[in-house]
């Protein structure tokens, strides 16, 4: 166990609807990083943010947004979604604002777009 | 796009056996990572080496870098059943700044009982 949450497990949905997926870092943790993993794409990172800020930003598409809550955990926001979507939805956490320092993964949410 | 490279994209061996699987990457990094996937579930952390170490271990775990190859390689020891899973590297850039990690598409290795 990482000590990083994600909810839901799965999610199952419809084309042009919107989520969110949820993240709690660990414990201590300051940077949420967000990633997708799809058969076609393999693993790509998506956006990071660090202490309630956003810090970085990677192949994420201008449909998706996220934030991250003073609490510290972090929601991705996913919008008018297409088939393509569907895929494995990590977050990660770590304790340094960089990639410097091993990330924590949590368990995923498995999104399906029908 | 993706940055590591592993080779193989699979590997069966029997149990008891070592496992080797490389990475190759392209740009100037701060450090390598590999990670374990099983079965569709969760990213676990293996080890991080960084750009100014050679070699690294961590039980039965063996990682080398060369950066002036740009490649590292992950040595399993003594492959055991529950070994079976994905095995990615993922590079952090070293140009400083915030930025996630960048995957390979990872290695498939199945331990043959």
């Known amino acids: 166990d990482s000590g990083v949450t994600q909810t839901p497990k799965h999610l199952i949905t419809a084309t042009g609807q919107r989520v969110t997926l949820r993240c709690s870092p660990r414990?201590?943790?300051?940077?949420v990083y967000w990633y997708q993993q799809s058969l076609d794409q393999g693993l790509q990172f998506l956006i990071q943010y660090y202490n309630g800020e956003e810090r970085a930003k990677g192949n994420i598409l201008e449909r998706f947004s996220a934030q991250q809550f003073p609490d510290l955990h972090s929601e991705l926001n996913l919008s008018s979604l297409e088939l393509g979507d569907s895929a494995l939805y990590f977050c990660a956490s770590s304790v340094a604002g960089t990639s410097h320092n091993e990330q924590f993964f949590g368990p995923g949410t498995r999104l399906t777009v029908l | 796009s993706q940055q590591g490279e592993e080779d193989p994209q699979a590997l069966s061996i029997q149990e008891g056996e070592n496992a080797t699987m490389n990475c190759s990457y392209k740009t100037s990094i701060n450090n390598l990572q590999w990670y374990r996937q099983n079965s569709g579930r969760g990213l676990v952390h293996l080890i991080l080496i960084r750009s100014n170490e050679r070699e690294k271990h961590s039980g039965r775990l063996r990682v080398t870098l060369d950066t002036s190859k740009k490649s590292s390689s992950l040595l399993i020891t003594a492959s055991r059943a529950a070994d079976t899973a994905s095995y990615f590297c993922?590079?952090?850039?070293?140009?400083?700044?915030?930025?996630?990690?960048?995957f390979g598409k990872g290695t498939h290795l199945i331990i043959q009982p």
């Open positions: 414990s201590g943790d300051l940077s």
């Open positions: 993922a590079t952090a850039y070293s140009g400083g700044g915030a930025d996630g990690l960048t």
